[in-house]
């Protein structure tokens, strides 16, 4: 295969997008690392990648530095290398501003944010010959509902270091970039209304194989003059006037 021995860390990846982005550098002959927090989930998509290319699952809790180290170490026991960091890990919860606890607030920041930076600096030691970051956002960075403090301060947070990470890494050949992906439906897509699909100047709901399809274009050497950008992949919905009639 094209990138045999090549290797991408995806966090998140036992499901939703994270498991499409997995499987789509398993096809592109990639070794995936599946980090995950749930371990029937990882192991579900390690298997799916094991049909098509070779990897490892690592049970891992995003929000724990120690966690993060440890699968950093056991990347550099397995590969010794690494070329790809998909920071894909999240969670969300909607609650209303008076509800939400701090504690709640710093475990979406833990999770979603301050990952991000741990995952990029730990996973940049093992780049040896450069390598590419990119940084799973949201449009909620860029446009809110009510009662989602705290994953909009993460998603925000994300694109900001984004750029500050691509200018940090420049010096050693590692490209930094950000997704932000808009209404990606991950489980019932045949379920959607016509009117959901109608909202989008594409007049479709995005499905989890659009953002893998746009990590893959990110990571793509060849493509290394994108860097510190963010990739809006909403299907137009945040260019859409919404009193357009």
């Not at 504690?103 to 040896?128: P, Y």
């Not at 897509?189 to 699909?197: G, K, S, T, V």
Request: aromatic share 6%.
């Amino acid at each position: 295969m094209e990138n045999q021995n090549k290797v991408v860390l995806v966090t998140g990846s036992g499901q939703g997008i994270g498991k499409a982005v997995a499987i789509g550098y398993a096809k592109e002959g990639y070794d995936v690392v599946v980090a995950e927090i749930n371990e029937e989930k990882g192991l579900k998509t390690l298997e799916e990648i094991k049909n098509i290319s070779n990897g490892i699952f690592v049970n891992t809790d995003v929000s724990k530095e120690e966690d993060i180290k440890s699968l950093m170490e056991n990347i550099k026991d397995t590969y010794g290398t690494l070329d790809i960091i998909i920071n894909n890990a999240g969670l969300s919860r909607k609650k209303p501003i008076f509800e939400l606890e701090v504690s709640e607030w710093d475990e979406i920041i833990n999770t979603n944010l301050r990952s991000v930076f741990i995952c990029s600096k730990e996973g940049a030691k093992l780049m040896k010959s450069g390598g590419s970051i990119v940084n799973i956002a949201s449009t909620r960075a860029i446009m809110s509902e009510s009662d989602s403090e705290a994953y909009a301060a993460t998603k925000g947070g994300i694109l900001a270091l984004t750029h500050a990470l691509a200018a940090s890494l420049s010096k050693y050949n590692i490209n930094v970039n950000a997704i932000s992906p808009g209404w990606i439906e991950t489980e019932n897509y045949e379920d959607l209304r016509e009117i959901d699909h109608d909202q989008h100047l594409s007049k479709r709901v995005g499905k989890p194989e659009d953002i893998a399809r746009a990590c893959i274009y990110l990571t793509n050497p060849e493509n290394n003059f994108v860097n510190g950008t963010n990739l809006v992949i909403d299907g137009g919905m945040t260019r859409k006037m919404i009193y357009e009639h």
